[in-house]
């Protein structure tokens, strides 16, 4: 299951929905956010998104968790991948699109590097 | 340009905060229609019920209510769980399997919670444990009192049961002790 490049057209509501990640590279996400505070539309929007069947389907050990406070910190993002890195992604000036794609790019450049290295393994 | 549909189900959200004393908001991630069955019927095993909600609809009801400060829980998409009675222990018992339902906060007895402030009141012992506990504190002191006064004359009377004691052992033989007529003296 490779290739899920989600069409990106237009600047639509409908449209995060349409932005497919593949999440084999992540080993965990953690959503969190004050959900009494005002600026954390598009962090649960976020969370709304990544739990979706589609993308839950690339890869079913992936972890989700949603944190939820309430001590007015900011609403953040935090991927944990299986090689190690880390993305922050601060929610509060992002929309759900940005933090979408922003993960989707770097999934996909993990998932290349991840083939190359496959094929001068076996060549 | 409130048409029939949109008023009967602004008052069908009115009625619901009327109606009912613990109403929980939670953030509403897409589960499979099966998941959303079973947690529906456990939930209503303790009488709670689930409504899917509109933001458009609610967030116009609430913010000429005394719930505003709900407003910024309405975004994204939202589902409340209801009850005329406040199980909060046992509604987060069946949460805790559901990973796609995340609780933002709760209104109990017109009181808004916070998550956490949820999880404290589910921790809480029952009403009538805490109005015993309370009557049991109370009653302590008086209890105390009665004892306390008694404690002098209970002291004498003990201290004469032991001089009767020793007079008589001493009639039967041994000597009499001049100890006890001192330590009476000494009160």
């Known amino acids: 299951m490779r290739g899920l490049l989600g069409a990106v057209v237009g600047v639509r509501k409908k449209m995060a929905s349409k932005i497919s990640v593949v999440l084999r590279p992540v080993k965990s996400i953690v959503v969190r956010f004050c959900p009494f505070e005002s600026n954390v539309e598009s962090t649960r929007k976020f969370l709304g998104c990544i739990n979706h069947k589609k993308i839950q389907a690339t890869n079913r050990n992936c972890e989700v968790t949603a944190d939820v406070r309430h001590d007015g910190s900011e609403p953040l993002v935090d991927v944990m991948f299986a090689d190690g890195e880390r993305l922050i992604m601060k929610g509060a000036n992002l929309t759900t699109i940005e933090m979408l794609t922003a993960l989707r790019s770097r999934c996909n450049a993990k998932e290349l590097k991840e083939e190359q290295k496959s094929k001068k393994k076996s060549p | ?187």
């Open chain 2, 1 to 187: 340009q409130d048409d029939g549909y949109v008023r009967l189900l602004r008052r069908q959200v009115e009625e619901v905060f009327r109606d009912n004393r613990m109403i929980a908001v939670c953030q509403y991630n897409s589960m499979p229609d099966e998941d959303v069955v079973l947690m529906r019927h456990y939930l209503r095993k303790h009488n709670i019920e689930v409504k899917f909600v509109l933001n458009e609809i609610v967030r116009p009801v609430l913010s000429q209510s005394k719930y505003k400060n709900l407003l910024p829980l309405f975004v994204a998409r939202n589902i409340l769980l209801v009850s005329p009675e406040t199980k909060a222990k046992e509604m987060l018992r069946v949460l805790k399997g559901v990973p796609q339902i995340n609780l933002l906060g709760a209104c109990i007895d017109d009181t808004i919670l916070s998550r956490q402030g949820v999880e404290n009141f589910a921790k809480l012992p029952s009403l009538e444990a805490s109005q015993g506990q309370t009557a049991g504190a109370l009653a302590l002191l008086p209890s105390q009192t009665s004892s306390l006064l008694q404690r002098g004359s209970v002291h004498l009377m003990a201290l004469l049961d032991q001089h009767i004691r020793r007079l008589q052992a001493g009639e039967t033989g041994s000597p009499a002790e001049p100890a006890p007529a001192q330590s009476l003296g000494a009160h």
